[in-house]
């Protein structure tokens, strides 16, 4: 007989929603099956909402699991119902607000949620972008290098914004490398921003050399570390504080502590973290990166 996914009608609150297919396997190395992900973002809703609360929110879904197909989706997909708040004309975003939105794209097989710098203000088709509330530094680590030489830099940058009075907050990807943001006042254009990380990126390479590369080719980037400057353009997205990353394991953006950073730079244990272990964070140490939410 054909195989049929199985249903279920749930409410979420308030909203009626059908989940489907809850048994799928979405990550094949752990055997973390499709419920267990709509599980994470139910648990985690109340540390990641902030952090996606007014920016609109390009998505990757895996239809079929990690080690498949994926594919970027900014758009509303067809279907979408009337209540997930939106914003823009082309592409029209989702703006997830509540549970039941994280659940309804959860449900999409959306693992990874990524945001740009910047809010919208208002809704729908009139909804106007506002000037980024804070800037972003994605350290990507090179051929030989890894998470200690992510923590090496970001000890770098932390020194060199804290001089322009800026307070930066660590994540690491639950990819490869680690990133830094720091809060902005919006009154600057994020041209203005790109303009400014990627003097900072320049100033970086020309000081530590053996260390950091502020341009992006291949060639240039063997055991050093690539200060991407570029994620401040406006039409760029980084992973949201809390996502879940379509790896071989369900890792986790996870912000992190500066003594965890600091152990890392000095050779101590810095690694990604799965959805798990964050839960388990969160349940302690509340939300590391509530600063930069807004």
Known sequence: MPYEATKV?????????????????????????????????????PVILPHLRDRAVTRIRFPHGVGDMQFFEKNLPAGTPAWIRRAGRDPVFPLIDDLAGLTYFANLNSLELHVHQWRYEGQGRDAVPLNPDRLVIDL?????????ECARVALIVRERLSGIGLDTVPVT????????????????????????????????????????????????????????????????TTVCPYSLRGRDRPTVAAPR??????????GGELEQLTADEVLDRVAR????????AG
Request: net charge negative; aromatic share 6%; no cysteine.
């Open 140 to 148: 990507d680590p090179g051929p030989g290098t890894g998470l200690h």
């Open 257 to 266: 502590s500066w003594d965890e950073v600091e152990a890392g730079a000095e």
């Open 173 to 236: 990807s639950g990819s490869k490398g680690l990133q830094l943001y720091a809060v902005l006042p919006g009154a600057h254009t994020s041209d203005e921003i790109r303009d400014t990380v990627q003097q900072l990126a320049q100033e970086l390479t020309k000081a530590h050399p053996d260390l950091v590369v502020w341009k992006m080719a291949k060639e240039l980037r063997p055991g050093k570390i690539f200060l991407d400057w570029s994620q401040n353009v406006a039409a760029k």
């Open 9 to 45: 009608t749930v409410e979420v609150d308030g909203r009626r929603m059908k989940l489907s297919s809850l048994e799928k396997v979405m990550y094949p190395r752990t055997g973390t099956t499709k419920a267990q992900v709509i599980d994470y973002y139910a648990r985690v809703a």
């Open 285 to 292: 140490d509340g939300d590391l990166a509530a600063g930069i």
